[in-house]
T-cell receptor
Framework: GENVEQHPSTLSVQEGDSAVIKCTYSDSASNYFPWYKQELGKGPQLIIDIRSNVGEKKDQRIAVTLNKTAKHFSLHITETQPEDSAVYFCAAKRSKLIFGTGTRLQVFP | GAGVSQSPRYKVAKRGQDVALRCDPISGHVSLFWYQQALGQGPEFLTYFQNEAQLDKSGLPSDRFFAERPEGSVSTLKIQRTQQEDSAVYLC????????????????FGNGTRLTVT
């Protein structure tokens, strides 16, 4: 079955710096790759997604890149702010959505 | 607008008790999913409904877990004879269209039910 690995598990940055989270997946048939942000006590919230026929997608300070050949995708957050602090999950889907183990991002003012 | 609503938010059960967790999806959403999230881990798939039909229950960890969605809207996840290893957050998600290989509709998650088995 699909396996999704996510790195790093924790990431601390200074406000205004960039943050990058990387994921790899095992099933080459996966075709949809969303990223979720989860705040304490809440459910995951979709922040951006990318489909397998697209290499890069950007939404304001957030961008995602996909390398199908290498089977990895990354989340880039620029100009980080303290409110970006949360746990971020990548996921990959063929028939069902499989999540990575999460990255705890801390943005220090 | 109303999102996915789950109740109760917290549930403490003694080992061996039965529990029932409720999910109210977004109105009109065809697909409904249950996920289990252990502390410090990502959500893990349990089961999937398309309307009232349970099309995939491959993630249910044992026959003590049972889910239903009799009228294609509200869903209940039931856990019989709870064990300590069942302690987790149970997340419900819904999406507008049925997921196929060529169709990907975003999942909208509720805030979950935190189950603690003592």
């Amino acid at each position: 079955g699909e396996n999704v690995e996510q790195h790093p598990s924790t990431l601390s940055v200074q406000e205004g710096d960039s943050a990058v989270i990387k994921c790899t997946y095992s099933d080459s048939a996966s075709n949809y790759f969303p990223w979720y942000k989860q705040e304490l006590g809440k459910g995951p919230q979709l922040i951006i997604d990318i489909r397998s026929n697209v290499g890069e997608k950007k939404d304001q300070r957030i961008a995602v890149t996909l390398n199908k050949t290498a089977k990895h995708f990354s989340l880039h957050i620029t100009e980080t702010q303290p409110e970006d602090s949360a746990v971020y999950f990548c996921a990959a889907k063929r028939s069902k959505l499989i999540f990575g183990t999460g990255t705890r991002l801390q943005v220090f003012p | 607008g109303a999102g996915v609503s789950q109740s109760p938010r917290y549930k403490v059960a003694k080992r061996g008790q039965d529990v029932a967790l409720r999910c109210d999806p977004i109105s009109g959403h065809v697909s409904l999913f249950w996920y289990q999230q252990a502390l410090g881990q990502g959500p893990e798939f349990l089961t999937y409904f398309q309307n009232e039909a349970q099309l995939d229950k491959s993630g249910l960890p044992s026959d003590r877990f049972f889910a239903e969605r009799p009228e294609g809207s509200v869903s209940t996840l039931k856990i019989q004879r709870t064990q300590q290893e069942d302690s987790a957050v149970y997340l419900c998600a819904s999406s507008f269209v049925r997921p196929t290989r060529d169709s990907n509709s975003p999942l909208h998650f509720g805030n979950g039910t935190r189950l603690t088995v003592t």
